[in-house]
C-alpha cells in the first residue's frame, strides 16, 4: 500500500521526457508485487519419493514460483520456517508439536504420509516376531532423542541392546552385522537392503501406537497470516501433485533421481509403490489428499506429553490446517 | 600480596568480551529481538547446564578421554613419521603426499567405515580425532626439524655427532617451538574429531549434542558446545604450560 502511494506522488512531478522511464519503473514496481514471489520449500531430506507430490506439484499453473532445497541429516526446517529463511518446509507431527510448545509458531499444511512410515528393520535371520524380539540382544541403531525411541525405551529397555547413532539411510553396518537393527523408512532403507542381497524384516512404529502425521508440509503463523492466498494455491498445488504423482511416479522419480542418482531408478519406483498405502487412507479419500484430523493430533500431543518431551499440553486445532 | 591483584588485572581484557556478548545475547533474546529457539539466552544454557549436570559431566569425561587419547596418538604418530619423513630428501618425496592425505580427509564421508573398521564406540571416536589432528604435527614437526641451524649442524658435524645424537641433541630441541604450534593447533582439532566422530560412533558430548538437537533443545546443545570448549582451551593451556617449562630459558616466545 505504500508502496503504490509514494509511485502516484512521484508520477505527478515528472516531466514528460521522463515519464517513459518512470512509467516502465512503475511497471516493474507493480510486477514485483504481482508477479509470481520466490517461494521456497525446505525439505528436511533428500530428494526421496515422499517428496514426489512436492516435486509434482504444477506450482506456476497456481502463480507460484517455488523453489525446493533439498536437504540431508539434521536440516533444521522446524526452525527455518521459524526464522523465515524458508516459507515452507517439511517436517514431521511430533516435531512440529515440540517446536511450538517451544514459542515457534509453525503449523501443519498437507501431510503427506498419514502414517508414519518410520521403523526398525533387522535381519530375518534372527526371526524375530515382534520388536520384542529385537530388543533383545544385538545392536540397534536409532535417534535417540526422537520421542519415539524413548516410548520404545520405556516400554521394551535397551538393557540388553547396544543403542548406538542412526546411520542414517546408509545400510553398510547392517549388512556387516546380522544382529544390527536400525531405524528406517519403510519405503526407503529396507528396499536398499533388499536391493544388496539382506533378508529384512521391517516392524513399525506406527504399530506400536506412535503414529504422528510425516513428510507435513508446514508454514509459520505469521506467514499463512500475511498470505492467506499464497498459503492456499500452495496446498492445492502439492494436493494436485499428489496426485500426479500417485497416478503416474514415473516421470518425476526419474527427475528427484536425477537430483539424487544414490538412490537407483528401481529402488525410486519400489518406494513409490511402497507408500501408496500410507498416503492414499479412507480418511484421504473422503477429504482430500493430505488433510488431517484433530484426533490423531491430540493423541500424538498427549503421548508426547506423557514422555516429557512438552511441558504441558499445546492445542491441537492450532497445530494444523486444512485448506 | 601483589600477585592476586595482577593477576585479576592481567584476566580483565579476556573477561570483558565476555560479559559484553552475554548481556547483549541475554537482552536480544529477552526483548524478542532474536527468538529463544534459534539463539537461547545465556541464562537458559546455564540452566540446562545446571539441570543437566550429570548427564553432561559423565559426557565430558567420556570425550576427554577420547580427544586425549586421539590427540596423544598423533603426536607421537605424528612426530615419528616427521622425523621419518626428515631422514631422507627421496622418502619426503615419497611420502609427504600421502601424509597430505591425512589433512583432507572428509571425516564425515568415511565415518560408516571407521565404525565398521572399529566398532561403534570409543575406538572410532579415538580414531576420529586421530585422523583429524595429526597432520598439522607432521607438518610443523617437518618443517622445525628440517630448519635447523646450518652452523650448528656444522658444529656437530665437525665433533663428530652420529646422526641420533644430532637428531635428539640438536635437531629435536631445535624444533620444539614448531613442534609444540603444531601440537597447539592439533589440540583443538582432536576436540572436533572427537566430537564428529562421537557423531557416528555414539557417546560423550558429540552424542548429547545430537540428541539435544533432534528434541530441538537449542540451550542444551550450547552447554555441550560449551563443555566442548572448555575441554579445548584446558587442552590449549597444557600445551602452553609445556611450552613455557620447556622454552622458557632459550626461547623468545617465553620471554617478557
Known sequence: MLRNRNRGDNLNSLTRRNFAFALSAAGLLAGCSKAPQKIRLALNWKPEPEFGGYYAAPYQKHGLDVEILPGGAGTPTVQMIGAGSAEFGIVSGDELIIARSRGNDVLGLFAVFQHDPLSIMAHASRKAASLADVFKGGTVGLQRGLAYARMLEKKYGFGKVKIVPSPGGDVTAFLHDPMFAQQCYLTAEPLIAKKQGADVQVFRIADEGYDPYTAMMATS???????PQTVAAMVAAVREGMRSYLDDPKPVNEKMNALNPSMPLDVFAGASEAQRALVETDETSKNGLGSMTKERWDAIISQLKDLGDIPAVVPAEECFRNL | MNAAPNRFTRAVPALVPLVVVTAIAELAVRADWVKAYLVPAPSSVLRAMIEGRQELIDALLTTSASALTGFFL?????????????????????????????????????????????????????????IVSIFPVIANTLSGILSTDPALRDLFRLYGASTPVTLF????????????????????????????????????????VDSARTQQRVDKVFAAVLLASVLGLALFGLINLVSHVTLRRWHASEQE
Do not use: C, D, H, M
Open chain 2, 74 to 130: 598423533s603426536t607421537l604418530g605424528g612426530i615419528a613419521i616427521a622425523v621419518f619423513l626428515a631422514s631422507s630428501r627421496t622418502i619426503q618425496k615419497a611420502f609427504y603426499p600421502y601424509a597430505v592425505f591425512f589433512q583432507t580427509v572428509p571425516i564425515i564421508a568415511i565415518a560408516p567405515l571407521l565404525v565398521i573398521w572399529f566398532g561403534y564406540g570409543t575406538r572410532t571416536v579415538i580414531a576420529s580425532a586421530f
Open chain 1, 221 to 227: 503463523g505469521e506467514y499463512l497470516r500475511k498470505n
Open chain 2, 169 to 208: 641433541k640438536l635437531r629435536f630441541p631445535a624444533a620444539l617451538p614448531q613442534i609444540l604450534t603444531g601440537l597447539r593447533v592439533a589440540s583443538g582439532l582432536a576436540v572436533i574429531g572427537a566430537i564428529v566422530g562421537e557423531f557416528i560412533g555414539g557417546q560423550g558430548l558429540g552424542s548429547v
